[in-house]
Structures are given as structure tokens and as C-alpha cells.
């Protein structure tokens, strides 16, 4: 378990932007105080050391969105909780610059793909997630994933294979594929690289889990 951590998070340097680590780890001290919590009794029940949550309750580091997730847990609030009112206009709209949104990454797998997530939901319940996802390494392979609510794929650039239970569909640019997110899902075969598609995970009412297939990088 310590090893993954490890893997999964990085200090934040002078070079790096740090107001979401300090918003998150604001988020996270004031729930843990609302709740009578000490950093050791989140730390256990998160399964990380204290002197790891330390750091991430302090925005020393930048952690993945697993391991932010397991801290939502033992607080007993959603992941989107700990986002919520981050950079957010007075407007409650959200502006994303190309190439600006949060970098993300499936946990466990290898360089060659990118992952940006392009909103940030600020309500108390997760609704929705847009990603940008890049794949550029044509021998990576992936496992299935398996979340709550549905999701849709839009390609823009590259020829994909995308395994959707135990139908197979050839996505090209201009295409999309709509299906439930419980049916086990996976890219199959990168035809065609650089593949890029815009993949959108719609949360229902009843799913407050927040579960998301990605980690930050």
C-alpha cells in the first residue's frame, strides 16, 4: 500500500501551482475539525500514515484522486465536496483554457496517455465528469473499468477499438458511443494514434459513491 501511494504523489515545488492543494487541504481540515476527527483517526481510516495525511492537510503535496478519495471517505463526505467553490466565478461558470484542465492518469498504467478533466462539479453531489483523454502509445493495454451512471464518448482525432461488454466498436473521429458505466469498458485496440475523444461520466441521483475511474498525476 505504501508503495502505491508513493507513486501517486509528488511535492509541490515553487514551479508548480499550488492554490488547489492548499484549497483541498483547507477543505479537508475544516471537515475534520466539523467532525470531531484528529488527523490520526482520517489517517487510519484512510488507510495512509499520518505524517502522509499531514502533508496533504498542509498542501505539501499533490496526491492522486484515489488516494484523495479514500481521505473524502474516512471524513465522510463526497470527493466533489473537497473541490467544491474551488476556482470557481461568481458566476458558478467554469472556464477551462486549452490544455489548462487538471491532469489526470489511470493508476497503475504507463506513460503514452493523458487525461485532463475539464469541470470541476461544485454541488454537493457529483453529476457529472468531463475528461479530454489522449492515447498515444499504441501497445498500452487497459483493464476494464466499471463506475456508477452512464458514459459518452465522443472521438476526435486517431481510430480507436472500444470494448463495451462484449461488443466491440471501431470509433473514428466524428463518432460517439453512449453506454452504462456497470458494464465492464475498456479501450481495446489503438488503431490509430494520436487518439484523442472527449469522455463524459453522468452520474445518477442515487450514486453519491463519486467513484471515478481516474487519478491525478
Known amino acids: 500500500m505504501t508503495s502505491d501511494l508513493k507513486k501517486n504523489v509528488v511535492p509541490i515545488t515553487e514551479t508548480e501551482s499550488k492554490p488547489l492543494g492548499k484549497h483541498l487541504g483547507n477543505v479537508i481540515k475544516e471537515v475534520r475539525k466539523q467532525h470531531g476527527l484528529t488527523i490520526a483517526d482520517v489517517a487510519e481510516r484512510a488507510n ?12 505539501h503535496v499533490s496526491t492522486s484522486l484515489e488516494t484523495l478519495e479514500q481521505v473524502a471517505n474516512a471524513l465522510g463526505v463526497t470527493l466533489s465536496r473537497l473541490f467544491r467553490d474551488y476556482n470557481a466565478p461568481s458566476g458558478n461558470a467554469q472556464f477551462v483554457k486549452k ?25 454537493p453531489q457529483k453529476t457529472f465528469e468531463p475528461f479530454l483523454i489522449t492515447l498515444e502509445d499504441q501497445a498500452e493495454e487497459f483493464p476494464p473499468f466499471e463506475h456508477g451512471g452512464t458514459e459518452f464518448i465522443h472521438m476526435l482525432e486517431g481510430v480507436l477499438e472500444y470494448k463495451v461488454g462484449l461488443e466491440t466498436f ?4 466524428g463518432d460517439s458511443l453512449t453506454f452504462r458505466g456497470d458494464q465492464p469498458h475498456q479501450p481495446a485496440n489503438l488503431i490509430e494514434v494520436p487518439i484523442r475523444f472527449l469522455a463524459i461520466i453522468h452520474h445518477d441521483p442515487v450514486d453519491h459513491s463519486g467513484g471515478s475511474e481516474w487519478t491525478q498525476s
Open 48 to 59: 495512509i500514515s499520518v505524517g502522509m495525511f499531514s502533508k496533504i492537510e498542509n498542501g
Open 99 to 123: 490544455g489548462h484542465g487538471m491532469e489526470v492518469v489511470r493508476r497503475g498504467t504507463k506513460l503514452g496517455h493523458t487525461y485532463h478533466l475539464l469541470a470541476y462539479d461544485q454541488g
Open 170 to 173: 471501431l470509433l473514428e473521429p
